[in-house]
């Protein structure tokens, strides 16, 4: 499979803005997202990128794009206590039916 | 329009029992992944299925796991001989045509 990768933790203070980056590998990715994971539950998408576009703004989420150097970032704005979680990136293979997670970033808002 | 339902929520199971995951997937999708997520070591991808057919099985530990998606009902991970190592949360995902797959919410397998 894909390689999709991630740091594993993040720390910022309420009202700053976080910064959580993924590489990965495929070229031919078709979709990239961002997944939320709240304590205890499962993963609910956040927002995708379509790979043909560089930048996506959705409120206080803003994503990066970057394919030459196959990077993505998902920047939060004005980070609230709220958005503690695990944050997953994912691409989706050029066929359309395989997605590849990455280990997922653990964000921790301090207040 | 129900979303993926996994059950049981919490499984305990003791050492050498079998434990058996279910995934029903959202109406109309007939793509199936299965996730293991350990503490601290990420979502590790372990098969994906079609309607009665295993696609690709790359992240399955070549023993005691399997999983199947039959024509009907859910999709069921099945674990054999159950060791403490095998305790972590097994998601599925699910996806049709559309963008994005949808997560259910996990099974916590707890092996005492």
């Known amino acids: 499979g894909e390689d999709v990768e991630q740091s594993l933790f993040l720390s910022v203070r309420e009202g700053d803005s976080s910064v959580i980056n993924c590489t990965y590998t495929?070229?031919?990715?078709?979709?990239l997202y961002w997944y939320k994971q709240e304590p205890g539950a499962g993963l609910q998408l956040l927002t995708y990128?379509?790979?043909?576009?560089d930048m996506k703004q959705d409120q206080r989420l803003t994503v990066l794009l970057n394919k030459k150097d196959k990077h993505l970032s998902l920047r939060i704005a004005d980070t609230q206590t709220g958005d503690s979680a695990i944050y997953f990136c994912?691409?989706?293979?050029?066929?359309?039916?395989?997605?590849?997670f990455g280990t997922g970033t653990s964000l921790t808002v301090i207040p | 329009n129900a979303g993926v339902m996994q059950n049981p929520r919490h499984l305990v199971r003791r050492r050498g029992q079998e434990a058996r995951l279910r995934c029903s997937p959202m109406?109309?999708?007939?793509?199936v992944y299965w996730y293991r997520q350990l503490p601290e070591e990420g979502l590790k991808f372990m098969v994906y299925?079609?309607?009665?057919?295993?696609?690709?099985e790359s992240g399955m530990p070549k023993e005691r796991f399997s999983a199947e998606f039959p024509k009907e009902g859910p999709s069921i991970l099945r674990i054999q001989q159950v060791v403490r190592g095998d305790s972590a949360a097994y998601f599925c995902?699910?996806?049709?045509?559309?963008?994005?797959?949808?997560f259910g919410q996990g099974t916590r397998l707890t092996v005492v």
């Open positions: 994912a691409e989706r293979d050029n066929t359309g039916n395989q997605f590849y």
């Open positions: 495929d070229s031919s990715s078709t979709y």
């Open positions: 990128i379509f790979s043909n576009m």
């Open positions: 109406k109309g999708h007939s793509h």
């Open positions: 299925l079609q309607k009665e057919n295993i696609i690709d």
């Open positions: 995902a699910t996806a049709g045509g559309g963008t994005e797959a949808f």
